[in-house]
């Protein structure tokens, strides 16, 4: 990336869709290499040096970046492989106030689906990014509509999701991406923040999952999909990242999927689990301003060297919630730039 281009530049012309929370951030990390980039994001196997060494590169898929597109070609695209549209269906997102959660609900609307955001935050303001992509949702023909909630209030969640599937007789899919992570040694953890690590990230999640099922079960729902969304920490221990109740959370949520998938196939609902790698967002932003070493060492322990950004998950949402995987259930997709594979 030219020494010329000023910050500013950076952080539009690479990190677009990022909230201005992320953005310097992640302007931060792409100057951490700019030593051998070029003045625009080029795919990375063109930047990477002959030697071994590991950098911290920036995200080539914006390139491609789908939400980008106009409108005729996201239909051409539907049109070419009609078995990814999503059209007229109702799906829930948990966590879709903003995030992972957000960036997945955005591509679920794009390809064509009623999408019901649930979230712990405040009602989105005008000028936030959930209300852009809302109104880009009523451009689509479609709508994003948001419910505050507490994954972990059963009741409030039963009567939100009762009621979203009254209001659109039908319910077809659900991503549940509400999450929290929390790092502190494990001779330290306190019972409390476990319980809640828990009670979030998996009694949430499988209530969330109970109350979609429930209706998809009540309005005999043909072809129901969930996306659990796991993390490749449920499959390992991340070197250097010391979050234990973290890790066995979403080891949780990739056993519970098997066994939600186990029990409601036999209603036409598959149920699998997305586990990504590390990905640029809130969660993990403040990791990086209070421990900058991460910024390379992250990247330097996956086989692609880099981190990933949210919308490198959109056409997973898609697949897995659509009948593009009719097939797949009890099944943990993992996305994370071979960090598992090593
Ligand atoms: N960021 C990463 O590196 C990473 C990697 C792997 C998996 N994940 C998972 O992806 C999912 C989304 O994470 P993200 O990175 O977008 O983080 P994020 O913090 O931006 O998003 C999480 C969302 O969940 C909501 N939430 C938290 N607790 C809730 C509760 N009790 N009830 C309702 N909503 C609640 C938050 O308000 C937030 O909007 C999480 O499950 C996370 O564990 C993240």
């Given at each position: 990336m030219s020494k010329l281009m000023s910050k500013t530049t950076l952080t539009t012309a690479v990190v677009p869709r990022l909230t201005s929370q992320l953005r310097p951030v992640a302007t931060a990390l792409l100057i951490t290499h700019s030593h051998y980039s070029s003045p625009v994001p080029v795919p990375i196997l063109r930047l990477?040096?002959?030697?071994s060494v590991r950098s911290f590169h920036q995200s080539p898929p914006l390139y491609n970046n789908p939400s980008s597109s106009n409108n005729a070609h996201q239909q051409a695209s539907t049109m070419t492989l009609p078995e990814f549209s999503l059209k007229d269906r109702v799906i829930v997102v948990s966590g879709g106030g903003r995030g992972v959660g957000l960036t997945q609900a955005e591509a679920l609307l794009e390809a064509g689906a009623i999408v019901h955001a649930l979230d712990l935050l405040p009602e989105p303001t005008a000028d936030s990014e959930f209300t852009q992509i809302a109104n880009k949702a009523a451009s689509l023909g479609t709508c994003l509509t948001y419910h505050r909630v507490d994954v972990r209030d059963q009741p409030a969640l039963n009567t939100i999701v009762a009621g979203i599937a009254d209001k659109h007789g039908r319910m077809d899919g659900l991503i549940a991406a509400a999450g929290i992570q929390q790092e502190t040694p494990a001779l330290e953890y306190s019972r409390e923040d476990s319980d809640k690590m828990l009670g979030v990230n998996v009694t949430g999640v499988f209530m969330t999952a109970q109350a979609v099922a429930r209706q998809m079960i009540r309005l005999k729902t043909k072809n129901g999909s969930m996306v659990l969304i796991g993390s490749m920490s449920g499959t390992v221990a991340n070197r250097?990242?010391?979050c234990p109740a973290y890790n066995a959370s979403k080891a949780a949520v990739i056993q519970l999927a098997r066994n939600l998938a186990a029990e409601w196939g036999e209603h036409g609902i598959r149920v699998n689990t997305l586990s990504p790698g590390y990905i640029v967002t809130a969660m993990t932003a403040g990791l990086f301003e209070a421990f900058p070493e991460r910024k390379t060492d992250w990247p330097n322990a996956n086989m692609l060297g880099r981190l990933s950004y949210p919308h490198e998950y959109r056409g997973a949402a898609v697949f897995l919630l659509s009948d593009a995987s009719s097939f797949m259930t009890g099944a943990d997709l993992r996305i994370d730039g071979g960090h598992c594979a090593w």
């Open positions: 990477r040096p002959a030697i250097g990242l010391i």
